[in-house]
């Protein structure tokens, strides 16, 4: 008898064992600063979070989006710089001023 659930124990043990398995490590991660400066990259990221977002994972989904924000939201010289109509100068519909 004593046997028996010596045995049963190492066989509980070995299935325990061999029902584990090692996690797999996280993949890494493209910086939000590094997808900021290569909108390349950040174009091709963007299309795969949006084909397969849980095959990508979250958390380089959420930098995506974040470095989507900063480069739309980041302080440059406004296209509008040079528009000839300056501030206050009323505009007629023609387009041409008074």
Do not use: W
């Amino acid at each position: 008898m004593k046997q028996l659930l010596y045995l049963i124990g190492i066989l509980a043990l070995s299935i325990l064992l061999a029902a584990c398995d090692r996690p797999k490590p996280a993949p890494a991660i493209e910086s939000i600063e590094s997808l900021v400066a290569n909108p390349d990259r950040l174009k091709e990221l963007r299309a795969a979070c949006k084909a397969d977002h849980v095959g990508v994972g979250d958390a380089q989904c959420r930098a995506v989006a974040e470095a989507t924000r900063q480069r739309f939201m980041r302080v440059a010289p406004s296209p509008y710089a040079g528009d000839p109509v300056q501030p206050g100068t009323p505009a007629t519909a023609s387009g041409a001023a008074p």
